[in-house]
């Protein structure tokens, strides 16, 4: 096990360095001068001080090649330093700091809806197969799917606040356990709650004929002491082997999610720095957002030889 981890987080140091290398060429290449377009975005002549942006540039580093830039940026971030703001000059790492904390929550609360809810709704889907309940669940995964956030997220709003009056707008950040979180956390979860359902529903199939559970059912044991006892573990193990993809859905659809619901997470900080163009901050999510997925990658291949031991030696052979 440790073997196989150590093997992981080694790939994932060149993983990443590619990652940044190609966001950082993408953004040096293609997002034109931040200075710049700082100055475009002011009012006034200002934009035209030529000597003002020089010197600016000169101060930020910017007039330097381009692997030069990348070369000091890899430095500092070896050192843990994020560098600031183009267009704030704030500390990047403050700015996340700030902001990171809010759609972890948020992750870790829809994570655990999703989870039990979806899994829930894939038991009772196998358990009543090919009957109008199992038809209900199934045809609800596959639309709940196919719907983006941003169109679920004005609908769904639309729905609780319009229609049924049970909640004020929700917008803003006012902390977990407020009443308003109960929405942008249910639309985060939506959407991946429909893999959930798939997997866990496809597993307990599978489970339903193995021998040991019809030998269970001939001996008079309850059906629920069946289904938590002997089909759990097994259904567990696809539904934990998807969180990596889940987490990657999750952390694209919270870009949309803070920006319609006004959450000021590290989802609305990524479109506020693509809009200036400050890449500082757009590398260090990419940096981060590419290390919450190893570590949840991690986590998986943690957990799943406890709910199923084959896996390990499967993964040792590889």
Known sequence: MWKYIGDRLLRWIPTVLVVLFVVYALVFFGAGDPIKLIFLRAPGDIAYNAERIEAMREAAGLNRSFLVQFWNYLLHLGQGDFGNSLVS????????AKAFPITLQMGLAAGAFLTIFGTA????????????LDNVISGFAMGIWGVPVFVSGPLLMIFFVKVLGIMA???GWHGLFNSRVILPMLVLA???MALIIRQARSALLQVLSEDYIRTARSKGIPNIQIVVRHMMRPVLSPVVSQLGIIMINMLNNAVLLETVFGIPGVGNLAVESITSSDY??????????STVVLMVNLLVDIVLPFL????LSKKETV
Not at 121 to 132: F, M, T
């Open 190 to 192: 939506i959407t991946p």
């Open 121 to 132: 709704l894939g038991v009772i889907a196998a358990l009543n197969h090919n009957r109008w």
């Open 308 to 311: 199923d031991p084959r896996s």
């Open 89 to 96: 000059g704030r500390s990047v790492g403050s700015m996340i």
């Open 280 to 289: 500082p901050v757009i590398l260090a999510l990419v940096f981060i957002g």
């Open 169 to 171: 707008v929700p917008y």
